[in-house]
DNA sequence: TCAAGTATACTTGTATACAAGTATTATAAT
DNA sequence: ATTATAATACTTGTATACAAGTATACTTGA
């Protein structure tokens, strides 16, 4: 059985995790990064020997990773869905759904807290690029946008970013590690754009909200899409499987 | 220990499901009935020995429940948070903006078919009452539903839904069943309102659509709310409990 | 009487064992 | 050679055991 060589996720982000959340972490991953192609059927023996861990633990990130549309659990085995082009373009379509929601709600709301709280991570992500630590960005990044969702305190809309979120959350990392390599200049038109986004709530301005929204899933969608051709290059002989 | 008495979920809709999934829909309706109260701690091997099965299927439950935002699961034990006048608003609204962007969709589609289907779902309701079918009549009136939302082919639209789906079957269910004893002139308004649903499907007309869509939620709001007061007497002492 | 420490009865997370079911492969009969 | 049947190597779901941690109650000391 081959051994667990090394982590795509951030070891220092798993301290108080489980071994099922830790294995789930990684197994996302590893699946949207391509590395476990579409189609493949995962075992829970198989994964529990790689992982070094029970089938319990196993079980548990199989749950978490089949409510998230990643794997599909069937009968015998569970079988690796992936992110098609098609995944990318839903996921975009619920996130603009729920954050112009919330954009909604927060015209009627005092948001002098939320822009103060946005102001510091904004500083915070201009930081880790100046120390170029793409994690750091990456976590500063998904901490904005859950910032301004939570201010709401909506709790059904919370839960679609609860199942969202770790998906996001591994495209950013993805996106953001290749780009501190390869496009290190994109990071100021990122700034920019969300220092848009804070003066949007500011100013309750919807056309600009929309606006700065757009450009901004823009941002990571064009690095993924450019993952995702690579991917396709890898697996081009796999059937994508719908229901 | 207390032995299981009653199941206030319909036990014929359960033939295939495991038994973690069995205590997940029971628990789910004592808890939206308000058998169980606001703020009550639930115990895993408590639950163990009252559901006479053991810890494994249990947990799987408490994670189900808790991916619902109907329990929370905190260091020791899972506090049942159930569903307040806030919570339902907010169900209220994920279905609102749910089923409009389904609906942007299907404008843009060919729905002959889910026409035809969604007609064969209405008739499937009328013989339902007919024959006093309160949870036959849920079932279909559900199905209605996820049938629409099914329609557009959208993965991730689809995981919200099955996010809520239990929760708003379990409503359903509970404000059918009395309402087939105290208020039966309602359902002759509920099938119109599906059928201007439908309807406006056909013909593509939003106006119509958001209409029926806003009745169809107050009709169950409604009893709901009927609902959520007499629970209301009952847990008057407990302390609503926000995170 | 009260504070501090200790014992105990909980809790969760993980490992392991087993039963029942399902594919796959091998064997046997035509 | 092909089909039917039987053996096997998987699979999942559930029960149980155990370790480590946490709250509660109890005891001991002043």
Chains 1, 2 share one sequence.
Do not use: C
């Not at 294995?23 to 391509?34: D, K, P, S, T």
């Not at 590395?35 to 089938?55: C, D, Q, W």
């Not at 098609?84 to 975009?92: D, F, M, R, S």
Request: charge should be negative.
């Amino acid at each position: 059985m081959t051994e667990l060589k090394e982590l795509l996720y951030p070891e220092k982000w798993l301290s108080k995790a489980s071994a099922g959340d830790r294995v789930a972490y990684e197994l996302r991953m590893r699946i949207i990064a391509g590395m476990i192609e579409s189609g493949t059927v995962l075992s829970e023996n198989k994964l529990a020997a790689e992982f070094a861990v029970s089938r319990s633990p196993i079980r548990e990130a199989l749950k978490i990773l089949a409510s998230e549309n990643i794997i599909r659990l069937e009968r015998m085995g569970a079988v690796v869905v992936g992110l098609t082009e098609k995944e990318y373009a839903e996921i975009y379509d619920v996130r603009i759904l729920i954050e112009t929601f919330v954009f909604e709600r927060l015209v009627r709301k005092n948001t002098n807290e939320l822009v103060m709280e946005l102001n510091k991570t904004l500083e915070m992500m201009k930081i880790a690029i100046k120390y170029q630590d793409a994690d750091e960005f990456s976590y500063q990044d998904v901490l904005f946008h859950e910032t301004i969702i939570r201010s709401i305190n909506h709790s059904y809309i919370l839960m679609i970013w609860d199942n969202l979120k770790p998906v996001m959350e591994s495209l950013i990392l993805l996106s953001m590690r290749s780009r501190f390599l390869e496009k290190f200049e994109d990071f100021k038109r990122i700034i920019d754009n969300h220092q848009i986004y804070i003066d949007a709530i500011e100013t309750k301005d919807r056309d600009l909200m929309v606006k700065s929204l757009h450009q901004n899933f823009d941002d990571v969608q064009e690095k993924v899409e450019d993952l995702w051709r690579s991917q396709q290059l890898l697996t081009k002989g796999v059937e994508p499987q719908n229901d």
